[in-house]
């Protein structure tokens, strides 16, 4: 802790447990619900993740930011969440695509940045009792202060958080294509586009708010429903319009966009305890009984 140099920080849970560590993005104080990842790298993806929207994400690998920040690995338009959480935060970057520190990265985009965070007891503590609100502040250092800013944040649940992260108009992603895929945009992250691009689609993003006869008019091969942030059940109006769809499109849904086709078809969606964030993530099918390592 000694090569520390920057502000102190706080983190308060909202059951009171805090932690201590040193500023090395932006100062300020922010709130949002906490979450781990538990990817070793690809933490300039998951900055750029919309899905990440209201989100103070902890990073679980131990050194984070030794390759720095480059201009092709961003998922949107801009950063989303609240603030990053890491063990180490490296100042010395190695790598031929870096164009700056991850600490510059957040300063410039007004993120908060905290290293020197005991990680793995704030990644158990999340494990054992579930995501929660947290807030993160250099600029107020009483818990008890703190906490009341927390006790008094919104939380996930109920709010609609597609209406921040959604274009504004249709626009093309590419021109040619065998098939015509249209993107409805709950917050896609950019690399799905890249993805249906390579796999020979033209690819058209609507905003979030568009009707289905909109999208229809488009004469789309299919629909894509894209990823996401918040709670899946507050946006009605996504839903109602995949309601409409069904049966007259191919549809397929991501993330947030397979949790509302999924209430679109009359299933439940609940939050789970803990999300499953990282790039390391097993899945069984329980037919053949294969593994699959995947992204989530």
Not at 148 to 175: F, H, M, Y
């Amino acid at each position: 802790m000694g090569l520390l140099k920057g502000k102190k920080a706080k983190i308060v849970l909202e059951d009171g447990k805090a932690f201590t560590g040193i500023s090395f993005g932006a100062a300020g104080t922010r709130l949002g619900e906490l979450v781990f990842n538990t990817s070793m790298t690809g933490y300039q993806e998951i900055l750029t993740d919309p899905s990440y929207k209201g989100q103070i994400v902890a990073m679980t690998y131990p050194l984070i930011g030794n390759y720095g920040i480059n201009s092709e690995d961003i998922e949107s338009r801009k950063l989303f969440l609240e603030g990053m959480l890491v063990k180490e935060y490296s100042k010395v970057v190695s790598n031929w695509r870096s164009k700056k520190s991850l600490g510059e990265y957040l300063e410039e985009n007004k993120i908060m940045g905290i290293e020197g965070v005991d990680t793995r007891a704030l990644t158990r503590h999340i494990r054992l009792k579930g995501a929660m609100k947290a807030v993160i502040s250099t600029e107020d250092l009483d818990d008890k202060s703190l906490m009341k800013k927390v006790k008094a944040s919104p939380g996930l649940i109920g709010r609609d958080l597609v209406k921040e992260v959604t274009c504004d108009e249709i626009w093309q992603w590419n021109d040619t294509g065998a098939f015509h895929v249209v993107v409805l945009d709950c917050g896609a992250k950019l690399n799905i586009l890249r993805s249906l691009a390579l796999n020979d689609c033209r690819v058209t993003v609507v905003p979030a708010r568009a009707a289905a006869r909109d999208i229809l008019a488009l004469n789309p091969d299919g629909v894509m429903l894209s990823n996401g942030p918040g709670d899946p059940a507050a946006v009605t109006y996504v839903v109602e319009t995949v309601k409409e769809l069904i049966g007259k499109v191919p549809l397929f849904g991501i993330c947030l966009g397979q949790q509302m086709l999924g209430l679109a078809l009359g299933a439940k969606t609940y939050k789970l305890k803990f999300g499953h964030h990282g790039a390391n993530q097993p899945v069984k099918n329980l037919r053949t009984g294969k593994i699959d390592i995947t992204v989530q």
